[in-house]
């Protein structure tokens, strides 16, 4: 580790200890629609109008509704149809997950190129995991596109760090370092800040442990399976681990050795991954 990088991360750490590092905030239209999403009150006319003061985030809405993964027989053409087909909770993760591509904006072409790399990586392992879960388990499709969306959200104080510090912006290698090393811890703390979950809260550590065996399949799993599939082909050095001894793939009933048998179920893993983008 280069001597930058120890420095950064030591900072970062102790920073994370007295709680005095600035965590990154959810979009306010993710926060309206969460609020009203967890009243138990709610109707689909008022979480309709609180998503609607967005009209990019309707437009994905409708379009992900209509996309393979979740298309009926009728098409839908407005946001109350889309809501009333996907239902109050998948509705209000799925927006959340979306609205945060907002965040992934920085003033600095270095950590623009950065931060978009990361949103484009998270959209992949986010639509691979809706698959995964939907046809492997009996988790929430929609929790798994959000744990997949959510999984390197740990970088983006990282990165905002970057944006004041001329000398770690220079030096790519010390950036990647510190990310590499700082980012599931932080990841966990912000997910814990915006009240995610329980069954999230941990996945930006806990879907790097390639030996974690939980007593069941979680979230943390199906992304863990999803970013090791997106990796396959490359030269990644997750690409040169042991798949047939990480548990996630026997408790998704997968052969990490064979080949994908199911050209459909690729085809659908592609589709669900430019949809997201």
Not at 55 to 79: C, F, G, H
Not at 229 to 239: D, W
Request: hydrophobic share 45%.
């Amino acid at each position: 580790m280069t001597d930058l990088a120890q420095r950064v991360q030591d900072e970062l750490i102790q920073a994370i200890e007295k709680d005095q590092l600035v965590l990154p905030t959810l979009p306010e239209v993710a926060l309206r629609v969460r609020e009203a999403a967890e009243d138990p009150d709610v109707s689909i006319p008022l979480l309709v109008k609180e998503i609607s003061n967005d009209a990019a985030l309707s437009a994905r809405l409708i379009k992900v509704v209509n996309s393979p993964l979740l298309r009926s027989r009728q098409e839908i053409t407005d946001l109350s149809m889309a809501v009333n087909r996907m239902g109050i909770t998948y509705t209000a993760n799925l927006a959340t997950g979306l609205a945060m591509s907002q965040m992934f904006q920085a003033t600095s072409d270095v950590i623009d190129r950065k931060m978009r790399e990361v949103w484009t990586r998270s959209t992949e392992v986010a639509g691979i995991s809706h698959v995964l879960c939907r046809h492997y388990t009996k988790l929430k499709p929609d929790q798994a596109t959000l744990a997949g969306l959510v999984h390197q959200i740990g970088v983006l104080p990282i990165l905002a760090y970057a944006e004041d510090n001329s000398q770690l912006l220079r030096d790519s290698i010390s950036l990647n370092l510190v990310i590499e090393r700082i980012h599931p811890v932080l990841g966990d703390r912000i997910l814990q800040a915006w009240d995610f979950p329980e069954p999230l809260r941990h996945v930006p550590s806990e879907h790097l442990d390639f030996k974690r065996n939980s007593p069941s399949v979680d979230y943390a799993d199906v992304v863990q399976v999803a970013v090791l599939q997106s990796l396959a082909g490359t030269q990644h050095p997750f690409t040169q681990m042991d798949w047939s001894a990480i548990p996630a793939f026997a408790k998704l009933g997968l052969d990490p050795a064979g080949e994908q048998e199911d050209e459909d179920l690729s085809a659908e893993m592609e589709a669900a991954m430019q949809l997201l983008a």
